[in-house]
């Protein structure tokens, strides 16, 4: 139920924000306001102007006009320190750890109990009690002395999700937080969220799984193209007038009707293993089939996929593409020879984030692209502009720098260049992590596409709903295995759940 605030009072207020960028307005005079003990949702496509808004509350961007109000006095955030020093936390879409330091140093960075602190030394001891404490509350079972750069994506967003509670706040924004996370550390986020707002807590939260604002939220802002569209009360909403007034248009089919897969194979992998990661692992994707793959965290799927692209070593197995057994022993073999991986990280392995996005697209064809010696430049910027059309990347030109996009718009980049190396087995990683319900709907059409043109498609996903929807048949893996498979129409979430905790024995 949504939060009463006849009295006015707001613990942030941000009035008639405008933030411009060269060629673009990212924030048109755009409004926020968030009560006391409240979890206010933003809503928008990828493009709308949300991440921007946080990133001008958090000190990363100064906006060109408007005033931001924190407990009714007036202040200038101009830096991340401004921010912290307000009471404001943030959990962004994309991992912001430091890699090289243990997941301790990483959760009370800035913020270490001293043991003297006129000499600055850390009181160790407790450092890693509270950060084990911190990680058992989510169950998190990971050491806290373990360097974050051995941390899978999702364990990282939990190890994040921790940091946010070392310290006092009066307001934590949590931009895509269950993205990577499974179902029992999802509901764990939830549980602590309601027990903080309890105590005085207010949330800023963003997210583009559409059931979680009706189970969280209080209240909802949606943004369009820079601009307010309005601002309400959950109860007011249904589903359909929500996503309606986000896109500016009626709710479409979201998921297409999948076509027979061909007789012929696309992808074979025999005997696939890696210790202590992958256990002899058999798959077949035929050609004009998605092959969809799932399980709970550090069931392998992620390291299925780097195998096979030739990201990571393998210790036996053979990989056959269209019947032939190919060398997939780096990336650029697996290049070569028709495999195609789309990493779930894109901001660190998907994209080199200070090139354009034409230069990103052209990287992984640049041999296609190349005669006698010579780069072809005027079909790379013609061929970048067709995928910059076909998936509607939002940005002023295909100049634009990949770091300087918007979250979803990184995910179409990176889906981009990897359709123009025209191969014939595409592994998507995560491939709607972050991407909001017209960009699915955009993807899903482009993997039909794939389909009928004879590409056999491998998709690594965690969301239930969408491996049973895109995919011709289900395989679920546990521990390193696969250790079920259904047909399409031959599951159900809770089928494969079950599955993937696998059988609990009785004490």
């Given at each position: 139920m949504a939060n009463s605030n006849s009295n006015g009072s707001y613990v942030i207020e941000m009035k008639n924000i405008v933030k411009r960028f060269p060629g673009v307005t990212a924030l048109d005079h755009v409004n926020l306001q968030v009560a006391p003990k409240e979890v206010h949702v933003l809503l928008g496509e990828n493009g709308a102007g949300k991440s921007t808004l946080i990133k001008v509350l958090s000190g990363a961007h100064i906006a060109d006009e408007g005033e931001i109000i924190i407990d009714g006095k007036s202040v200038v955030i101009r830096s991340p320190q401004d921010a912290i020093?307000?009471?404001?936390?943030?959990?962004?879409?994309?991992?912001?750890?430091?890699?090289?330091?243990?997941?301790?140093?990483?959760?009370?960075?800035?913020?270490?109990?001293?043991?003297?602190?006129?000499?600055?030394?850390?009181?160790?001891?407790?450092?890693?009690?509270?950060?084990r404490e911190l990680l058992e509350q989510f169950h998190i079972d990971l050491d806290p002395t373990e360097v974050v750069s051995k941390l899978s994506v999702t364990q990282q967003k939990m190890v994040e999700i921790a940091r946010a509670l070392t310290?006092?706040?009066?307001?934590?924004?949590?931009?895509?937080?269950?993205?990577?996370?499974?179902?029992?550390?999802?509901?764990?986020?939830?549980?602590?969220?309601?027990?903080?707002?309890?105590?005085?807590?207010?949330?800023?939260y963003i997210s583009h799984r559409y059931q979680e604002v009706y189970e969280l939220g209080d209240r909802v802002t949606i943004l369009r193209d820079g601009h307010n569209v309005g601002e309400f009360d959950i109860a007011d909403l249904t589903l359909d007038t929500m996503i309606e007034k986000m896109i500016g248009s009626e709710v479409k089919k979201q998921y297409p009707a999948l076509s027979p897969p061909m007789?012929?194979?696309?992808?074979?992998?025999?005997?696939?293993?890696?210790?202590?990661?992958?256990?002899?692992?058999?798959?077949?994707?035929?050609?004009?089939?998605?092959?969809?793959?799932?399980?709970?965290?550090?069931?392998?799927?992620?390291?299925?996929?780097?195998?096979?692209?030739?990201?990571?070593?393998?210790?036996?197995?053979?990989?056959?593409?269209?019947?032939?057994?190919?060398?997939?022993?780096?990336?650029?073999?697996?290049?070569?020879?028709?495999?195609a991986y789309l990493t779930e990280d894109r901001k660190i392995l998907g994209l080199v984030l200070d090139h354009s996005i034409r230069d990103n697209y052209a990287l992984p064809s640049l041999n296609r692209l190349t005669t006698a010696g010579l780069v072809e430049h005027r079909k790379i910027t013609q061929e970048t502009q067709v995928y910059m059309d076909r998936l509607q990347i939002k940005a002023p030109g295909m100049g634009t720098l990949a770091g300087q996009l918007s979250g979803g718009n990184q995910q179409k980049a990176v889906i981009a260049k990897w359709l123009g190396a025209q191969c014939k087995v595409l592994i998507f990683d995560e491939p709607t992590r972050g991407i909001d319900?017209?960009?699915?709907?955009?993807?899903?059409?482009?993997?039909?596409?794939?389909?009928?043109?004879?590409?056999?498609?491998?998709?690594?996903?965690?969301?239930?709903?969408?491996?049973l929807e895109m995919s011709h048949r289900v395989l679920v893996m546990r521990s390193g295995k696969i250790t079920a498979e259904f047909p399409r129409g031959g599951a159900s979430e809770s089928d494969i759940l079950r599955e993937a905790i696998g059988k609990i024995e009785e004490a």
């Open positions: 020093d307000s009471g404001l936390r943030f959990i962004y879409q994309e991992i912001n750890l430091v890699q090289e330091i243990d997941i301790a140093r990483n959760m009370f960075l800035g913020a270490e109990p001293m043991l003297i602190k006129a000499l600055g030394i850390i009181d160790q001891r407790t450092l890693y009690k509270k950060s310290s006092e706040a009066k307001v934590i924004v949590l931009d895509e937080p269950t993205d990577v996370l499974e179902d029992r550390s999802r509901q764990d986020l939830f549980n602590v969220i309601d027990k903080l707002k309890a105590d005085g807590l207010s949330f800023i007789a012929e194979d696309a992808l074979q992998v025999k005997g696939l293993s890696r210790q202590n990661v992958l256990d002899n692992v058999d798959l077949v994707v035929k050609k004009g089939e998605i092959v969809g793959i799932t399980g709970l965290m550090g069931a392998g799927k992620t390291e299925l996929g780097r195998a096979i692209a030739g990201v990571d070593p393998i210790n036996a197995g053979e990989i056959y593409v269209e019947g032939e057994r190919v060398n997939a022993s780096s990336p650029n073999q697996a290049i070569k020879n028709g495999i319900i017209n960009g699915r709907r955009e993807v899903y059409q482009i993997m039909e596409e794939l389909l009928e043109q004879g590409v056999g498609i491998l998709m690594l996903t965690s969301d239930y709903t969408e491996v």
